[in-house]
């Protein structure tokens, strides 16, 4: 999950307790909704599932921050070595890696969605798919 989309995550679930907070508040004397409110929001806190969502945020933001400005990539097509940023990579290395992937992917990924046919072909490498016209803004 991208950082901005745990971010709407996180601030999904802040909004839904500060709502019932205040709901609950109406009901309540002072003390007890303190005592109330402090629980809550300690629990909410040591929660797994928010630890997690706050993780993939600070994650997120550092790698927005490592990210290069420009990525220099380039093709050796007489061996069909493959380089990004000074890192090289052997034929023999992604003919593997990339259908090994793609197989994990399909594995895992086509039980989720109800058209395994379109998943087939977004995942195919030789599939030269459009996903935005021209005319799109």
Known sequence: MPASDSNVLLRLI??????????????MK??????????LLDGMQNL?????????IRM??????????????????DTGEVMVNQISVKKDVWSIA???TIAEF?????????CPNLM????NPN???VLAGKDTT
């Open 98 to 100: 990339i259908p090994t």
């Open 30 to 39: 002072d003390d007890a909704f303190s005592l109330y409110a402090g629980e």
């Open 60 to 77: 997120g933001k550092e790698l927005t921050k490592e990210r290069p400005k420009t990525t220099s990539k380039d093709v050796d097509f």
């Open 120 to 123: 087939e072909d977004v995942l």
């Open 127 to 129: 599939n030269k798919m």
């Open 14 to 27: 802040r909004h839904s307790v500060c709502s019932h907070l205040v709901r609950k508040s109406k009901g």
């Open 48 to 56: 797994r599932s928010i630890q997690s969502i706050c993780s993939a």
């Open 106 to 114: 399909k594995k895992h990924f086509i039980p989720l969605f109800h």
